[in-house]
C-alpha cells in the first residue's frame, strides 16, 4: 500500500481546480469533434495544444478562453463618458479609452475598436505601398501601437455590437473581422454563431441595410460561403430569397437621385420581375412594402454607406464619434425574436 | 474586364429574374493537380542542385534575423522533440508502407473499411489518402447546393459567345460533379471523421495532409469553423511550415510570403521593416538563398510571375539575373514533366500521400543554413 502525502495530495487538488477555473486545461471542456471510433486516434487534447511562437498573445495579456467568452460589462448609458477628440493619435487616446472600455463604456469599446481596425487597414496599406496625404495622415495617427495592441480590435468590437451599437452590429454580424485573424479570434468561435445570428435579425428590425444585404446572401444559394450564412446554415428557401431581394430592392437607393422615390424603386423592382405572374407579383410585392416600413420606417438607404468605418478611400478624415455615439439598441440579444411569416 | 462585368450582371440578372439562366452544359474535363510541385525526393535534389548558389546570394540573405530565428529554434525544445501537444498521435506509421491507393474513378463507400483497416495499421498513404477524400467529400456535400445553382447558369459576352473563364467555370462545376458523386453512399458522419484522419497523417509527417493543414486547413468553406480543429491548425502550422519548407513544397512557400507580408503590415515602421516574426522571414531569406530555383521550378508560368512579384516586393533578397533565368529553364523543364505525369492514370491523392518525411522535426540541414 504506497503511502500518501497529504501536502501533495492537496497541492494537487488546488492545482486541478485552478486548472479548472481558468478553463485552459480541462481535459472535457471541448469534445472531441470528430466522435471518432475505435479506430481512429483520439483527441480529447485537442483544446490544450500550445500555440507555439506567434500564439502566445493570449498568455501574454492573461486572458483566458472563459472570459472571451464572458459577455462583457455594459455600464448603463447615463454612465457613459464623453468620447476623446477624433484626431488625437491612436497613441494618446489608447489607454484612456481601453480602461473605459474594461470598464463597461460601451462608446469607448467602439471607439477603439473603430481606431484598431482603421490602424490595421492603413499598416496593411502601407505596407503594401499605398500612399497618398490621408492614408499618411492616418499612418502617423496609428503610430506607436504594437501588434498585440491592434489584435484587441475584436474583442471591443463585440463589446460594442452586444451594447447595441448598430454601426458595430453591423460589422459583427458580418464575420469578416473574425475570419481575419481566426489564430487570434479562435476562442470566439463559438458565441459568434448565435450571437450574430440574433444581432443580425435584430439589426434588420431597426433598419440595418447592411444586415438586409448579409442575411440576403446568406439565403441565396450561395449564402454559405460568409460566416453568417455558415452560422446560420439555413437550408435553401428560394421563396425567402425571393422576398428579401424584394426588399432590396425597396429600400437600397446606392446614392442614386433618380432613386429617390419610392415610386422609382418600385417601378424598378417590377421591371426584374416582369413576365411573372400578376398575383404572385402583387403578393411579393406587397410583403416587401410592408417590411420596408415596419422595419426601415419607409425610408430608403445606400448600403455603401453602413458598418463602422467606410471605404479606405475615406481615409484621413474619419470621425468615428458620431457612429460610436448612437444609436444603440438597448439589450439587443434579448429583443423579441424575428417573426419572418409577418 | 468585359466578362466580368457581363457575369456580375448575368448574376444580378438571374438573382432578380432568373432570365440568365440558360442552359446546363458541361465539359469533359481533364484531371489537374492540384499541388504542383516537385513529387520525389530525387527531383528536388535534381532541381535544387541545378540551382545557383553563390557565395555572393548566399551572403546578401544572411543577416541577425536568421541567427535570431536559428537561435530561438533552437533553444524550443518543441521543435526539438516535436509531439508535446497532447495529441494522441501513433508514430508508428511505415515511411515505406504505401500500397496502391485507389484512383479517382473509386467510390469511396466501397473502400472506406479497407482503408481504414489500412490506416488503422500503420499505412500512413492510406491515412492520408482517407483524410483527404473524406475532407473533399464534407466540402462537396457542403457545396451541392451552390454548385446546382452555378451549373445552371451560363454567361456570355456582349457578342454572345462563352470566353474561355467561362468554359473553365464551368468545366471546374463539371469536375466537382464527377467527384461529388463519388462521395454517394458516404455518410456525412464519416465525412467529418476526415479531419481526424488528416490531423494524424500531417502529425505523423504525411507532406499532402500536413500541406491541406497549412493551406486551406480543416475546414469547408460552406460549413462553420471548428474552434477546436482551427486551434489545432494554428498550434502546428509553425512546425508544418518549417518541415514543408525542408521538404521542398511550395505551398509551404506560398504560406511563408503570406506570413511575411503579415508581419509587414504590423510592424512596419518608419525606420523600415522590423519583422517580428523572425521565424518566417527567416525561413523565406533561406529559402530565397538555397531553394529559389525549386521554387520557382515547380511553378506554372502564371505563378513564376506572382513568385517573381513578391519577392521585388519583399526585398528581403538580390536574386541574381542569372539564378532567376536558371529558374525559369528549370520550370519550364519541370512543366514538361509534370504535364508527362498527369498523363499518367492516377488520382492526385493517390500521388501526393505517398510523400512521407518520417517526423516533422526540422532537418538539421535546413536550420544549419540559419546560423
Redesign the interface.
Known sequence: MPRVSWPMLVATILAILAGLWTGRHWPFAYPNPTAVEQTLPSYQHLSDAPHRENGNLDTELQVSRRAKRALPIVLPANAWQPLPPADLPLRASFALLKSRADEGDAPAACRLAAELQNCQRVMFATSQGQSSAGIDDLFRHCQGMSSEELGLEYAYLRQAALAGNLAAMEVYISGARLRVDLRRNADYLEVYSSEAARLAEVALMHGSVDALSSITFTASPTGGETMLGAALGWPYDEARWRDLNALQGLAFDFGDPSLSTLEARRKRLANYHKGEDHRVYAALEAKALKRFQMWFGGKAQNPFNSGLIGMLTEVGKIDFNPRCSGPYIADPMNQRRLDWSE | MTSQVLLRIGFLLS???G?AVIGNRFLPVPATDTHPRATSATEREDLASAADLSPKAQDAASGDIAKEAAQ?FAA?P??QTGGE??????MAFDAEQHPPLPDETTSLAAVLPEM??R??GGDHSAACWLGLELLRCRDLQ??R??R???GGVMFFNERGAVEADEVERLTRIEREQMLDRRCIAVPP?QS??G???L??AAEAGSVAAMERALSIGLGT????????????T??????FLSTLLSAGSTVAVDEAMAEA?VS?????T?GGIRA??P?AHAVLVHYLRERFALMVAASGAEDQRRWLTSLE?LKVAEIPDAMVAEARAQARRHQQATVQRRAEADSVFSRSCREFTMSTQPSQDFFAGLR
Not at chain 2, 221 to 232: C, E, K, S, T
Not at chain 2, 264 to 268: C, D, G, N, V, W
Request: aromatic share 12%; hydrophobic share 35%.
Open positions: 438573382v432578380f429574374g432570365s530561438r524550443d518543441s521543435v501537444t497532447g495529441l494522441d498521435v501513433p481504414s483497416a490506416a488503422a457542403a457545396s447546393r451552390e446546382e445553382f452555378q458522419a467529418e471523421r479531419a481526424a484522419w490531423m494524424q468553406r460552406n460549413l462553420y469553423p471548428n474552434a477546436d480543429q482551427v486551434r489545432w494554428f498550434a502546428h502550422r509553425d512546425r507580408g509587414r503590415t504590423l510592424y512596419q518608419p517580428s516574426r521565424m516586393q
